[in-house]
């Protein structure tokens, strides 16, 4: 079991930036896979941006040159380090924990946080 607990969000004007922190429980934080995703109301949650066990990072289209996960194991705890924010980038905000075990999956989710980019 993993439990995950975010933390940063907020209200930034357009162009301003904010970074969230996920911090997991547990020993095993170092061999799961995180991401970040996020859902705006009335849409669906997509994928922002993951980073793998082994450190290598991928992003949605529509937020690549702007936002940078990154991981820190020691700390147990994964980032999301968001610049050149816009509008369309209010959602609450979930960190996820994933990872495949002799054939079963684990995925877990915090509680979200909420972003809301507004002047």
């Known amino acids: 079991q993993v439990q995950l607990v975010e933390s940063g969000g907020g209200l930034v004007q357009p162009g301003g930036s904010l970074r969230l922190d996920c911090a997991a429980s547990?020993?095993?934080?170092?061999?799961?896979?995180m991401g970040w995703y996020r859902q705006a109301p009335g849409k669906q949650r997509e994928l922002v941006a993951a980073?793998?066990?082994?450190?290598?990072?991928n992003y949605a289209d529509s937020v690549k040159g702007r936002f940078t996960i990154s991981r820190d194991n020691l700390k147990n705890t994964v980032y999301l380090q968001m610049n050149s924010l816009k509008p369309e980038d209010t959602a609450v905000y979930y960190c996820?924990?994933?990872?495949?075990?002799?054939?079963?999956?684990?995925?877990?989710w915090g509680q979200g946080t909420q972003v809301t980019v507004s002047s």
């Open positions: 980073i793998s066990s082994g450190g290598r990072p």
């Open positions: 996820n924990a994933a990872r495949s075990l002799f054939g079963t999956a684990y995925n877990y």
């Open positions: 547990g020993s095993t934080f170092s061999t799961y896979a």
